[in-house]
């Protein structure tokens, strides 16, 4: 299947946040007795590109992506995640180094022109405080270059001036699907960067959402409804700003992703926003 | 020929506190906090260094160095006697942690290692490397510990892993990245590789793993033999091992002492095991088991231990024949002048009393005196209480 498309010369990948998920054998996503080494060329077959969140737990290493990438096809992107102690384990002393040692680790992907993005995660304890605000700034300086997507979980950031000085970096906002929760970061079409605009599906259980496990979290089913109204909504409305957008579904539960994923990649071809 | 084997695809968290009984004692004490600390005895002659901390590590210290040099090459260390109980303690505070994500888990001694098989848990806790993270996060909040992680195909690798990030860090390993990650390393880096191996690599002046995996099994046969196959698979990162599950750990009966004086006075020392020997044998014999193996322990007023064990054939419960065995361990285990602390008498390999008669009528008539002679003392002991009638070598102790 052809997922890369032009409209309003905006072109649209849709992947899923990882792909190694040995539970995606169990659904039936990867055939029986897949080794999780050989997922990732069977991942491309169905998708364009993937959000690497390993490199949030860890450091990426230079050689691991070097592997990685050379093991997908040519033409597969990558998004990666910013390590988690740039983002939710900070140490105001030790951080620097960290964002050195990161564009270092990310290098082959860079070099290799297959990194789309740099996801910047932020958890919903960082709110929008001078502090915070300050950090923000110098992390965006450290990163300076590398294409950064910044995803806010909290609601005291969905303001003019925050969305004005992304733009202003040519960062992109991370438009986000997830629970109607009080506190939680709102769904908006807003576009930052005209290079690039990011989605991101969570899923939308309200009841697993902060309850710390993450197979409860991310356990959601989109209905065909919904993911059309995103479609035919913020999708078509977000496109003509951009000359890029990404699209990754996040509720890996029983290979929920992956099935939505394709669902929604049928709609927006249906809806003339990417070719088959 | 290529050897074949059968893997499934494995998640294993190794988890590994790093100079463990000098994080246990910062945890009680956080004032020892980014500082050197050296756990060694208090009061002996010639102390050795137990444990020390990253600070001291980088002094030059090193585990069994003389204190004395020790304390010369880092003279602001914090010195601390160490307190066994607490390391233990606190390795079973970290082992509850991880329990309730999964059957099997595997601890060392009190040493802060832990592996987990996490395979099968992902639809129930997310993907092994999140629940290692929260492990870690979980560790540091209840404990005030804080593991290295890793997640790697088996067990090897993971261990591997942890030791190369370490102090402090993590190390996720993708199934079919095993051997990239060994390759470059010092082959004594890699775990189940023993000092005879070692030397014996050196005389082909092989130093590196991956100038040994450019050897093949049928050239590795030639010196090594029947251990051919299982280095080839260890310096490929091929490890099979399964991770024990909680409680199936063998049984094994043992007992303990420890001197109120240290001594190296052989006599007073071979009383004193016979002690241990009679603990061991009347539990065995309660049990209707016997021992198979028979191992001793030694701790050294200076902190180094030296263990050693002779295989039982055949199997016995019987107190004559278990203290002749257990007395050549213990020469085997006492090399040292240096005094000794405390002694640990093991018997394991634990099977039903063997049936088998002795062949010759002599032999057989031996034995069957020692046992009567056994059966005699424990009658007694049994009515009269364990006073009632003593060895006479125990006497003297």
Known sequence: MNTQTTHNSCRLWVGTSGYSYTEWTDAGFYPPGTKSGAMLPLYARHFPITELNFTWYQMPKVHVLDRMHRQAPAGFRFAAKLTRTLTHEIDPDQWRGQATQYRDGIAPLLQARKLVAVLLQFPPSFVRAPQSRQYLAALLDELDGLPLAVEFRHASWATDRVFAELERRRATLVTVDEPELPGLFPGLDVVTNPELFYIRFHGRNAKGWRSGNMQKQFDYDYGDDELRQWADGRIAKMAPHASTGVIFFNNHVRAQAPRNAVRLIQLLIARGLMAD | MKPIWKTEDR???????????????????????????????????????????????????????????????????????????????????????????????????????????????????????????????????????????????????????????????????????????????????????????????????????????????????????????????????????????????????????????????????????????????????????????????????????????????????????????????????????????????????????????????????????????????????????????????????
């Open chain 2, 11 to 397: 998640s294993i968290i190794h988890l590994n506190v790093a100079d463990f009984a000098v994080a246990v004692e910062r945890a009680v004490d956080s004032r020892l906090k980014d500082r050197p600390v050296i756990i060694a005895p208090e009061g002996a002659a010639r102390a050795a260094v137990y444990d020390m901390s990253e600070e001291a590590y980088r002094n030059g210290i090193c585990k069994g160095m003389a204190l004395g040099r020790a304390v010369r090459l880092c003279r602001d260390a914090r010195i601390l006697p160490p307190h066994p109980d607490r390391y233990e303690h606190a390795m079973r505070s970290l082992l509850k942690q991880t329990l309730p994500y999964s059957p099997l888990i595997e601890t060392g001694e009190a040493d802060g290692h832990l592996f987990m098989d996490v395979s099968g848990s992902s639809r129930l806790f997310g993907p092994p490397a999140d629940v290692a993270w929260r492990l870690r996060r979980q560790v540091k909040k209840d404990l005030g510990l804080d593991p290295i992680w890793s997640v790697a195909p088996n067990k090897l690798v993971a261990k591997v892993a942890t030791r190369l990030v370490k102090p402090d860090g993590e190390y996720i390993v993708g199934a079919g990245e095993e051997e990239s990650l060994l390759a470059p390393l010092p082959i004594r880096l890699v775990p189940g590789i023993e000092r005879d191996d070692l030397l014996r690599l050196q005389e082909f002046n092989l130093t590196r793993v991956s100038q040994f995996t450019a050897l093949s099994l049928e050239q590795l046969q030639i010196p090594f033999g029947a251990r051919a196959l299982f280095l080839y698979q260890t310096a490929r990162g091929i490890d099979p091992s399964p991770v024990l599950p909680m409680g199936q750990k063998p049984p094994k009966v043992i007992a303990d002492h420890e001197f109120g004086n240290d001594t190296n006075d052989r006599s007073f020392l071979e009383s004193i095991l016979y002690r241990l020997v009679e603990q061991v044998g009347d539990r065995l014999r309660r049990h209707r088991r016997a021992a198979r193996r028979v191992a001793v322990i030694l701790d050294y007023s200076d902190g180094m231990r030296c263990a050693r064990q002779l295989a039982a054939r055949p199997a016995t419960a019987n107190d004559l024949t278990l203290f002749q065995l257990a007395r050549r361990t213990l020469l085997l285990a006492w090399t040292r002048r240096v005094r000794i602390r405390h002694v640990r008498l093991i018997c394991d390999r634990l099977i039903f009393p063997p049936a088998q008669l002795k062949l010759f009528a002599d032999e057989q008539r031996q034995t069957q005196k020692r046992d009567n002679l056994v059966v005699a003392i424990d009658s007694i002991r049994q009515r009269f209480g364990t006073q009632a009638v003593r060895i006479g070598r125990t006497l003297a102790a």
